[in-house]
């Protein structure tokens, strides 16, 4: 192990060298702002007129051109809604500047789509498997309840299954939630959605962008085998103090931000503020306007959402941030269980911008804990805690068409679990963990080659275990429309999910450190047995696609998967027995607390796309199959859906563009489950072999389950509806009416069925709302 860290080191010390001494070349770099609002224009092309160089904006605005030779040149940006900019810059040998930007509105709206800027895009970076959302597509979509958000964008994307409109998951290309990080600002946010699934804890109008990455993603990120969400919020208005209130018949929320100190063009440093809060009352609001469901009771989620944010920001583009949230649920089913959980955190990050080096440096400090706690009828109630802190700090290098990207990043974080299985066997664990890990990024461009080659090294402390993880990325452009590309990766985790196969509704979230309590031996499929030689969950990602711009407004997507799972921990369904002396001669898969599994996702994602400045339309399908093998049988998992097709249109009309009308429908077929084969009285032993069961009279009803998901529920469709009006009072002062209808057709989606009476439970039926945003 410590030879690979050597390794690393020595390749990341020789990369930064080589670097460094990059001579008789110069850098242009800096930021690139909206004139009116000051707030930066992100992943758009920044180029000099005449040449081949260019780059395009990041997640915060900034640009870096290097390699640039001595001369005068005139910098050019074209971004669709702003007038284009033609800034002239004399450059000097061996010269670092930095110049910002600043586009002006553009007052005239086209009916037509620039894309020279994301035509440069599709053609520099690889960009496979990962969806780029900011809240203006988010918006796109129908609003439920009115108010637009992450979580209903994330179910129209290709390869992710959805299970449920009331306690719903997102499962992306085979992996699980566990399986899924998302990263706030650099902070591990450890559940982001609410109980009710329609609804993620972030508020759209905070955020800036998002990137999801449902496979094959570099080894900048780690510590998941699946996928990756990493979102970065917005800083506060840097001119002038303003906000949004918004309320519907789902739920309310308030949002103020302004400048502390305000930013001046060409001035000194500045600051701004920004705070959050939302809310949802469904479990009172749902008694009055939907009083027909669940026999007028209402939904019973209830949650509050919060969040704050200073930006410190210096004249020479460098930047610090603090912030904080606080997000809460609550769930309350009759007669089934009251869940309840509690998450917070507090953060900073940076980005410095050295004065005469071209490189961007950029770190995060974090601390967020996250606790749930589950109360069933007739069952002990279980409970899961995850809190710790992660550290990071990130090197990059910009050397023309190139970059290198190395940093490092420390995790340390306690879980408690405690929980009874359905044979009344305690499990329960407290553990202290931490991780250490380093990578090492380049991306550069060979002819018609992007070239994104990759490695991580990742030490697992708890389990004493260090996971050498390569990875690559490629694109070919084969003409000026069609790109081929492809990607492959070794990923590993530590977390396990504390969740129950066996849930009749499942909303309990939880986590536990990976265990060392495993079996020594694993049985695969063809009935030869392999030692377990660690105890990290790993995977190995194979993806290979291809894009074609059919059009200047319609283009292609298609991408197909393999996810080998080739070793997974669960919890042990199968256990009987405690693993004690008592039981020495009883087979590990009865006794373990955990055991392991393998497991496949394969599929194919098709994406066709439409756009232009009125109108937008998606058509999203995905082909895909699941299983898992747990040393006993081969079974397929809760989110195994073969087909999902979503398919999404947007109109915008009316003279000054102040109407929009939005559809959504989706159809995904059947789900597994494990069907009742049986009931029986069940007997209590309370006495052990020596009971005299004859004379007992059993009161409790067994079943008798079937093949562990060998059946199918019912296929899933819905379609929503909505519509926005706006009114403008002033420059700064608008009012968004909307009215929305969830499910329009009413038609009858399974949520889960009730086996001791044979009855089905269904999800959200019609539910229309209204609603209005008033943006100040």
Known sequence: MIKKIHLLVVAVLLMSSFAMAQKGNSTIRGYLYDEKTSEPIIFTTVALKGT????????????????????????????????????????????????ELYMKPSTVQLDVVNISGESKAKKTQVKISVQKVTPKEIKALPSIGGDADLAQYLQVLPGVVFTGDQGGQLYIRGGTPIQNKVILDGMIVYNPFHSIG????????????????????????????????????????????????????????LLIEGPLKKKQRG????????????????????????????????????FTDLYGKVSLNGASGSKFNL?????TDQVQYKVLQDLRWDSYGVGTNFVLIPGKTPTLISGNFSFSNYKILLDEINLPSRSSEIGGFNFGLNFKYFLGDAEVKYGFEMLGFKTQFDYFNSLG??????????????????????????????????????????????????????????RFKGATGIYSQNLISASSDRDVVNLFYGFLSGSDNLQDDFVEQDGSVRPIEHKLQKAIHYILGGELDITNNISLNVEGYIKDFTQLTNTNRNRLFADNQQNIDVADVFKKEYIVETGIAKGVDFVLKYDSPKTSVWLVYSLSKATRWDGLQEYAPIFDRRHNMNFVATQTFGKD?????????????????????????????????????????????????????KGRLSDYGRVDLNIKKIFKFSEHSTLELNASV??????????FVDRLVNEKVFQLPLLPALGANWTF
């Open 425 to 482: 066997i305690q499990l329960n664990q407290t553990e202290n963990t931490s991780e250490v890990a380093g990578f090492l990024t380049t991306k550069f461009k060979k002819n018609r080659w992007v070239l994104e080659p990759s490695v991580r090294g990742h030490y697992y402390a708890s389990l004493n275990n260090f996971s050498f993880e390569p990875r690559f990325g490629f694109k070919f452009n084969m003409t000026e429309n069609l």
């Open 742 to 751: 969830t499910n329009v057709t009413n038609r009858q989606n399974i949520f």
């Open 267 to 302: 001035g000194g440093g500045y600051s701004s503020f920004i705070l959050s809060g939302k809310t949802s009352y469904l479990d009172q609001s749902s008694k009055i306007f939907y009083d027909y469901v669940n026999e007028g009771a209402g939904l019973p989620f209830s």
């Open 323 to 327: 912030f904080g949230y606080n997000f």
């Open 52 to 99: 081949t160089m260019g780059a395009s904006t990041d997640v915060n605005g900034f640009y870096q051109i290097g390699k640039v030779p001595a001369g005068d040149y005139t910098i050019t940006v074209v971004a669709m809604n702003y007038q284009d900019l033609s800034v002239p810059i004399s450059v000097k040998n061996n010269d670092v500047i930095t110049k």
């Open 198 to 253: 329609l609804f993620s804890v972030f508020d759209t109008d905070i955020l800036r962008n998002a990137d999801v990455y449902t496979g094959g993603f570099g080894a900048e990120y780690g510590g998941r085998i699946s996928s990756i969400m990493d979102i970065t919020t917005k800083d506060g208005n840097k001119t002038r103090l303003s906000g949004k209130l918004s309320a519907n018949t789902f739920g309310s929320k």
């Open 657 to 709: 563009k102040d109407w929009d009308i939005s559809l959504r429908w989706n159809i995904g077929t059947a789900l597994p489950f494990t069907q009742t084969q049986g009931f029986y009285q069940e007997l209590l032993f309370e006495e052990g072999p020596e009971s005299e069961f004859w004379q007992e009279n059993p009161d409790e009803i067994g079943i008798e389950l079937a093949g562990l998901n």
